[in-house]
């Protein structure tokens, strides 16, 4: 068993005791002071062993605080490795996407394109209603599809409207007054638009009947038999009588 340092000094000077007994007293003397260094020197060395059993102790705890905090840093890092693959994964994604959406806009553009041309050459070989309203409207179509600043969306929103207002045409009666060209002669007419059907005129005075031939490309004046027919049929546009089943002349569709 390892001795204290007051177990040292007592046995030291007991040892001191006894010699001193068996020595002359200058002797004993230098005994006992050997004795006394024997003793300090023992206590500093405790001492010192005990300030680095105090200093071991402290610095394994350091040590496995260290390694506990590594570990933490590891297992951090390791999540934080995964969420910046998780990033670069919906980055890669987003940059995938752009690239594709710069394509449909390219493609959605060209198709867009290619509608209003063949809307645009449909309104110039429809019937002759509304020309002046039906250009203006295509022509602002044109416009937004060359903005840069309109989304692909507003641009489709802009074409499809243009074809919804087309399709009504087709729905609806109305009349309005317009000069047309008869036969190299000026006449200001009420029209009558069935539709897409016919358009037909009459004159104010109620005199002249007529409508446009689609298969000649122009306005021609019907035969008078048809002026009570169509004059019905205008009052009927108007809303001022009920709706009757009247027989209409179309004229020819083709040529």
Do not use: C
């Not at 068996?22 to 004993?28: S, T």
């Not at 570990?71 to 940059?95: M, N, S």
């Amino acid at each position: 068993m390892k001795r204290t340092s007051k177990q040292v000094a007592l046995s030291a000077a007991l040892a001191v005791a006894l010699a001193a007994a068996a020595v002359p007293a200058q002797d004993a003397a230098k005994l006992s002071e050997t004795v006394g260094k024997t003793v300090q020197t023992h206590q500093q060395t405790q001492k010192k062993q005990q300030d680095w059993a105090n200093e071991q102790a402290e610095l394994t705890a350091r040590l496995k605080a260290a390694r506990a905090q590594v570990e933490f840093f590891e297992k951090k890092k390791a999540l934080e490795d995964k969420e910046v693959a998780a990033l670069d994964k919906g980055i890669a994604e987003l940059q995938r996407r752009m690239v594709e959406s710069v394509r449909l806009n390219e493609s959605l553009l060209d198709t867009l394109n290619a509608v209003v041309a063949r809307l645009e050459v449909f309104v110039e070989g429809d019937l002759p209603f509304l020309l002046q309203e039906r250009r203006t409207r295509i022509a602002g179509v044109k416009d937004a599809l060359a903005r840069p600043d309109f989304t692909g969306a507003e641009k489709l929103r802009r074409v499809l409207e243009a074809l919804q207002v087309e399709a009504n045409y087709g729905n609806v009666a109305e009349v309005y007054q317009e000069k047309i060209v008869v036969n190299d002669e000026e006449v200001h007419a009420d029209m009558v638009r069935i539709g897409r059907v016919s358009v037909y005129w009459l004159t104010p005075d109620g005199e002249r009947v007529g409508e446009y031939d689609r298969a000649q490309g122009k306005w021609v004046e019907l035969d008078h038999k048809y002026l009570d027919t169509i004059t019905v049929t205008r009052e009927m546009a108007l809303r001022l009588r009920s709706v009757e089943v009247v027989s209409l002349p179309l004229g020819r569709i083709q040529p």
